[in-house]
């Protein structure tokens, strides 16, 4: 929402719009650019609004935070429903991860929680919130490797998170395709596929994947 749109009419919608709009401003121009008067302007609501709903700056950061990773941990959990993981392989899901990491846009919302996250190296207030995030992609990349039937799928959980934000935040910064995290999905797999089965093969991005610069992070944190 800009401020040219009509402002929210209920409590949660105005929340909402202020979330987005902090995501948006932190993704353009870093943390220090959030003020309360430029969220206002960017949300569509007035700056009584804004003080309303979040008394310090420390909240709106956090929740700011969360509520992404809650959104996508959601988007991402009914894609591996869908995708019906215990019926296809490991080299199928990393294929799967890569061809959903290169269509996702690095607009400024999706910018905003690597900022969100080096400022909680700075400020211990938001670690954590950061910490609920990291948890809350580990469990679901631990559901998806057991799903995946992947041998002690809790313990590879953080790696996994760690590879795909690391190749993420790569990509952000280079403007790369998806293929490497393809390829670093693979290597990993072939030390984790199930005793027994073969190595799975190395499989190419799918075509379209590359794509300008945001995640954060996978999109639900169960809030």
Known sequence: MTAAEPGPDRPGDTRRCIIGAVLR?????GVAAVTNRRIAKEAGVSLGSVTYHFATQHDLLRESLLRFVDEETRRFTALADDSRLDR????EAAALVGQVAGGTEFDSEHIAPFELYVQAGRDERLRTAAAECFAAYDRLAARILTALGVAD???LAGTV????AGQQLRRLATGSSAADLVDALL??????APSGTSAPPRTPAP???SVPPPPGPVSPAGR
């Open 25 to 29: 401003i932190i993704g353009r121009d």
């Open 88 to 91: 296809i392989g490991l080299a």
């Open 153 to 155: 799928a809790e313990r």
């Open 161 to 164: 998170v760690a590879l795909v």
């Open 187 to 192: 290597l990993l797999a072939k030390g984790a």
């Open 207 to 209: 075509s379209g994947t």
